[in-house]
């Protein structure tokens, strides 16, 4: 069975650019998760859906972020404009259920912003 | 005060050797704790599930301390390939069942 699918693996852009990133969940699983990494910061939690309605956005960043789930299939996540402390690991993560199940993360997206 | 908190190491250890490592939470509501695994360059990974009795899973042990509200790991015999940042992760009753996320420790087993 695929996993949680993420696009592109890798992403190099300058300061000021729109940056779109990609996930789709494994199919069945109803909440999806955003997350950002980074060396100083650890994992950050930076939304949350369930059933494609977003619950907790909470550790979105700033105005800059902005995240959408049209459909169980498909996620974005968008940083317009880009700067140069949004490089990071971004990991999307869906997980089955409305309890403490596991999460299942996918292979996270390498963001460096110059 | 962090929610969950990690020793962040390096623990440098000798393949072979016995070695733990502990997290503490701060929220007594509590519910559910975890260990993953994260190696370099790669997604976090469930190692294993924590349980109120703790349990055992091959050399890995977990256990659960609730009265002092940490959970703790223990390798046994390690291997070169246990080498990894090992994440605590807890899950609170109030917080609609997100996962919270230590920092994790890394872990580096040496020949």
């Known amino acids: 069975d695929a996993g949680v699918i993420q696009s592109p693996r890798h992403e190099v852009t300058e300061m000021g650019q729109e940056v779109t990133l990609r996930c789709k969940p494994i199919?069945?699983?109803?909440?999806l998760f955003w997350y950002r990494q980074t060396m100083m910061r650890g994992l950050e939690l930076l939304i949350y859906f369930n059933n494609n309605v977003p619950i907790d956005d909470s550790g979105m960043p700033e105005d800059r972020f902005s995240a959408k789930m049209p459909n169980a299939s498909f996620s974005t996540l968008k940083i317009q404009p880009s700067e140069p402390r949004d490089s990071a690991v971004y990991f999307c993560a869906s997980r089955t259920g409305g309890g403490p199940e596991t999460q299942y993360f996918g292979p996270g997206t390498r963001l460096l912003v110059l | 005060r962090k929610e969950v908190e990690q020793d962040p190491g390096p623990f440098n250890v000798p393949e072979g050797a016995t070695v733990a490592f502990n997290c503490t939470y701060s929220?007594?509501?509590?519910?559910?704790f975890f260990w993953y695994r994260q190696d370099c360059r790669k997604e976090p990974k469930l190692l294993m599930s924590v349980y109120s009795s703790g349990n055992e899973d091959g050399r890995f042990t977990a256990q659960l301390n609730r009265a002092s509200q940490y959970i703790s790991l223990l390798i046994r015999d390690s291997k070169l390939s246990d080498s990894a940042t090992y994440l605590c992760?807890?899950?609170?009753?109030?917080?609609?069942?997100?996962?919270?996320w230590g920092a994790g420790t890394k872990l580096i087993i040496k020949p």
């Open positions: 199919s069945g699983h109803n909440s």
């Open positions: 992760v807890v899950c609170f009753m109030d917080s609609n069942y997100q996962l919270i």
């Open positions: 929220n007594s509501a509590s519910q559910s």
